[in-house]
């Protein structure tokens, strides 16, 4: 018995759920899967498969056996696709994890084009705003925005800045007017981004001019965790917003928010938060690694003009 073609054939019929429909899928006869199964599971001394006439199915060892398998023949798969992607032309699968909001402003439009440019990848891309674990989520590339010294054991690639803007809708400082500083925001209904705490947290925005540095402790009626909630209460006047500026460019020129303190880089941190790509060691020599990030920092370097 070859062990390696019994196991992809029982992924395929734990797939399939029946052993004809393997078959036609493996490009086999139907008898050829019956005695590949039978001889798997008297090697191993298990039942791994329930046949009844309309359906095969998993035992409890066949599920637990099946798991393992899976995992298995997915690392030698990797470990295979990853001496192919060591030479000069990228190739196979690429798995990469990229922020909600952002990915659908500034990834998508050029995602296009990388794939021209790179026609035997792949992109599996994930799409979630949490911080990804590039180890059990199997990710090649996490694009992130934050503070790149988070997890020293990653490859990290300063892709762009992500200079932050305070924007306002003219209908919310119509009626309750501009602050003059960055100090008067202490007056005024703040939308917040919530980095953890709950809505008690305190929360502080740092402004930098010439003259130095000041930081303000915000207060408002709405905090969460997704930027695309915090634009569209800023659209509907319901308070001043510190957003990406690739968020609100769009709006700041169709004169649907003005912005505030334009003397002052702003942020919501003491330090610097960029746009970045992390991987892990391990795929320092993928080709299409490599390529992926050079792509986005040629792209991401560029203005966004949309």
Partial sequence: ???????????????????????????????????????????????????????????????????????LLDDLAEADESVFDSGAAPVGALRVAVPSTFGRLRLAGHLAAFMAEHPRVVLDLVVADHYADLVTERIDVAVRIGVPDRDGTLIVRKLADNPRVVVASGGYLRQRGTPASPAHLAEHECLRFAYGGGPRARQEWTFRAKGGETRVEVQGHLL???????????????????????????????????????SHEASPHEKAVVIH?????????????????????????????T
């Fill in 1 to 71: 018995m070859d062990k390696l073609q019994a196991l992809n054939t029982l992924l395929e019929v734990a797939r399939e759920g029946g052993f004809a429909k393997a078959a036609r899928r493996l490009g086999v006869a139907t008898s050829s899967v019956t005695r590949l199964m039978d001889a798997l599971e008297a090697s191993l001394g298990a039942a791994l498969l329930t046949r009844t006439p309309r359906k095969v199915s998993l035992t409890d060892a066949g599920v637990a056996y099946v798991d393992q398998v899976g995992r």
């Fill in 224 to 262: 969460s965790n997704n930027l695309d909630m915090l634009l569209q209460a800023a659209l509907a006047g319901r308070g001043i917003a510190l957003l990406p500026a690739w968020l609100v460019d769009a709006d700041v020129r169709a004169g649907r928010l003005v912005r505030l303190f334009d």
């Fill in 277 to 305: 790509a992390a991987y892990l060691p391990n795929r320092r020599q993928s080709s299409k690694v490599r390529a992926l990030v050079r792509f986005l920092e040629a792209r991401l370097a560029a203005p966004d003009t």
